[in-house]
Nanobody, 131 residues
Framework: QVQVSESGGGLVQTGGSLELSCHISGIDFDDVALAWFRQVVGKEREGVSGISWSGTQFTVHSMTGRFTATRDIGKNMVYLQMNNLGPDDTAVYYC?????????????????????????WGQGTQVTVSS
């Protein structure tokens, strides 16, 4: 059974940084793409940053340079480093995993634009950025 559990959310001031953590059990990191999404009430869930089974990273254009996903295979952990946060970054952040068989070669990053492709979701962690 796959279990996904995020932690590290909280309240941060504008311009601050925060690192989210996600532990995933019951899955082989060599078989999945890992990603972070976020959602604001009343809006669609959007992709933020991800990392493929081979370690390739991708961050959506609007967040490039501020957000980066990383992983620690030995610890079954995924991280999201968030820098220079602003009030628009306030959201619930979700950790996610999707089987590599879903993707065309070299196109795993499309996961960030297709949350419906996710196989396993965490429960989410709230990030609030004060102005």
């Amino acid at each position: 059974q796959v279990q996904v559990s995020e932690s590290g959310g909280g309240l941060v001031q504008t311009g601050g940084s925060l690192e989210l953590s996600c532990h995933i059990s019951g899955i082989d990191f060599d078989d999945v793409a890992l990603a972070w999404f976020r959602q604001v009430v009343g809006k669609e869930r959007e992709g933020v940053s991800g990392i493929s089974w081979s370690g390739t990273q991708f961050t959506v254009h609007s967040m490039t340079g501020r957000f980066t996903a990383t992983r620690d295979i030995g610890k079954n952990m995924v991280y999201l480093q968030m820098n220079n946060l602003g009030p628009d970054d306030t959201a619930v952040y979700y950790c996610a995993a999707a089987r590599r068989t879903r993707f065309r070669p070299g196109q795993w990053w499309e996961l960030l634009h297709h949350p419906a492709w996710v196989d396993h979701w965490g429960q989410g962690t709230q990030v609030t950025v004060s102005s």
